[in-house]
Each structure stands twice: as structure tokens, then as C-alpha cells.
């Protein structure tokens, strides 16, 4: 399995299931002609987005069957622009597509793509797997105390910003879990520095800490965000306030928690598809975020209700993992 990014390989890279974890090399002919060599693959499975001509070329040359899972077309991508030929023939060299959704077989046909087949995402199936681990984690009810808590997943300063008013006028019956997407010192203490209830981070608890007697739970440390969200009563997600790019919203709405994000949000069909579901919302300003955020604050009906609406969203795109794996192993 190859990662591009520190956030992903960092999380699977002792992973029992891999045979190995390993950085994708920048796609040079040279590069990619040994990377090849080396792994000397039968079949290559790529992701969303993740297409790379030079590689690519090289799989095809060597007729090893490619792959595109969970494809998310867009017309202001690379491939629908004049000077985005070198990446279309790449695109168009896969044995197969699998994409998410009509609208994505659609354009896919308009890319003259060979073989394309709507599976939807895949990552609805990670999550629903997520459901039969045991997600406990140590010392987080202690934390909560039987108060409302509210976890803040994957966010970013945009996102901290506007987090930080609700937290900072919030009261004694509401708890908070912040886990940022970069937990470096330096982000820490600018998160920190908004704050004005009493804080601690995860690296700082010792076994005689009193965690009740905190109002915020800062998560500096990666691994432990997927199951902090199975103890959220709301959950934010990170990453739409800015430009950043949205983070996984199926999680906590796997859990069954209604789900906050960012507005933009224009590359991720999910994000959407949950608002109509009537199971999430985006807000634009701290203004909406206050409104909703009061609103599920103050009715335990409504957040019962958004949150089974969230479960029952998830259950109803699950399934594209069997679907491909049976196309690709017949």
C-alpha cells in the first residue's frame, strides 16, 4: 500500500493487514520505472484521485491490470481542460473505472473512458467495519462525565476559530474534544491560546488526573480520532471552513451523531448527499454555528433523530467493496 502524505501512511504503516506501507515516489519515468521493478506488481488499485501518467505508462508497458476505485468527476478537473492531455491519457488507460455516482458516469462517458461501472465509495463500508471494533478508549468517560461533549475532528485554524466562540461561551454541562489534523507543538499552543475554559491535552493526563474538573480535551497525539467519535453527543469535522478540503464526515455519522461541517465542500458528493439525508448541516460563519449548534445542544430528540437519519444514510451506500472485489477477481 502507497501514501503520498504523512496523514495516511502514519496511521497504516503498522498495519498487520499490509505486507508493506510505503511513500509513492514523485512520478518521474526514472522513478516510477524502478518503484515498478521493485514491487513487480500483477494489479494496481488506485484511488479517487490518485492517477499518475508516468506511472501509469510504465503498468501499462508491462500489462499489469489497473484499476480506478471510487472516482469523483468534476467538469473543472484537469482532464475536461485543453491543456490536460498528458493526464486524460493516463485516465483513459485504465482497464477499469469504478465511480460514485451518475453524475460521474456521465462525465466519465464524455472522457471516452473503456470500461466504467458505478460502485459508490467504498469508504461507507470502512466505516460501517469500524461498528464491530471495539472503540473504547481509556479515561474518555471519565473525562465526559455524563455531560453533552461535542468532538471537533480533523480540524484546522479556520475551523478553530469559529470553534473556540461556542467553547469559550459554553457552560458547566458541556464537554469538548479537540483533535486537530497537524498535532505539532506549535498548533497546539495556537489552539490553546483561543481557548478561555480550562483545557488539557492527551499527552499531559497522568493516572492521578481528575479529568472531570476539565472543559476541553485537546487530542495531540494521531490514532485515536475514528473511535473518539462513537462517544460524541455532536461532532464537527475540519477542513471546510477553509480551503483545506473536507475530512471524513462518514465517521461520526457511522456512530449515529449528527454531523457539523464547513461550506466548502464542492468536491465531496458526500457532504451533500448527508444535508439532504437530513442526518448533517454546514454553516459559512460562527453565526451558524451557533445557531445549529444550539439547537442539537438543546433538544435531545433532535439530536436522536438527525443521528439515526446519519446511521440509516450510511447503511444505504454500503456495499461497493463486494461489488468491485467481485469485478476485479472474476
Not at 491560546?193 to 492527551?202: A, D, G, R, V
Not at 436522536?304 to 477477481?329: C, P, S, V, Y
Amino acid at each position: 500500500m502507497s501514501f503520498f502524505s504523512p496523514s495516511g501512511y502514519d496511521i497504516k504503516k503498522n498495519d498487520k493487514l499490509i505486507d508493506v506501507a510505503t511513500y509513492l515516489p514523485l512520478d518521474t519515468k526514472s522513478k516510477m520505472q524502478k518503484f515498478v521493478e521493485i514491487v513487480n506488481p500483477k494489479m494496481a488499485l488506485f484511488i479517487k484521485y490518485d492517477v499518475w501518467p508516468n506511472l501509469m505508462k510504465i503498468l501499462k508497458q508491462k500489462e499489469v491490470s489497473t484499476y480506478l476505485i471510487s472516482a469523483n468527476f468534476r467538469e473543472n478537473q484537469i482532464y475536461f481542460k485543453w491543456y490536460g492531455n498528458f493526464f486524460l491519457i493516463a485516465l483513459q488507460s485504465f482497464d477499469k473505472v469504478f465511480v460514485q455516482n451518475k453524475e460521474s458516469e456521465k462525465l466519465a462517458q464524455r472522457l471516452h473512458l473503456k470500461s466504467v461501472e458505478i460502485s459508490g465509495d467504498t469508504r461507507y463500508d470502512r466505516v460501517m467495519k469500524q461498528l464491530t471494533y471495539n472503540n473504547h478508549i481509556d479515561r474518555i468517560d471519565e473525562f465526559i462525565n455524563n455531560k453533552l461533549c461535542t468532538i471537533c475532528g480533523s480540524t484546522w485554524p479556520e475551523d478553530e476559530e469559529v470553534l473556540s466562540k461556542i467553547i469559550n461561551n459554553s457552560g458547566e454541562q458541556e464537554k469538548f474534544i479537540i483533535a486537530p489534523h497537524k498535532v505539532d507543538v506549535y498548533h497546539i499552543k495556537d489552539i490553546e491560546s483561543l481557548l478561555q475554559k480550562k483545557s488539557i491535552c492527551w499527552s499531559e493526563i497522568k493516572p492521578d488526573t481528575d479529568l472531570k474538573n476539565y472543559h476541553i480535551l485537546i487530542i495531540d497525539c494521531i490514532g485515536l480520532l475514528t473511535k473518539l467519535y462513537s462517544y460524541a453527543d455532536i461532532a464537527y469535522v475540519g477542513g471546510a471552513m477553509g480551503q483545506t478540503g473536507l475530512h471524513n464526515i462518514l465517521e461520526p455519522a457511522c456512530f449515529g451523531k449528527p454531523v457539523i461541517f464547513g461550506n466548502h465542500h464542492d468536491k465531496f458528493p458526500e457532504a451533500q448527499e448527508i444535508i439532504n439525508s437530513k442526518a448533517g448541516f454546514d454553516i459559512k460563519n460562527h453565526e451558524d454555528l451557533k445557531t445549529i449548534y444550539q439547537r442539537l445542544k438543546n433538544s435531545d430528540q433532535l439530536r436522536r433523530e438527525i443521528g439515526k437519519n446519519a446511521k440509516a444514510f450510511i447503511e444505504k451506500n454500503a456495499g461497493a467493496t463486494d461489488l468491485i472485489m467481485n469485478q476485479i477477481l472474476k
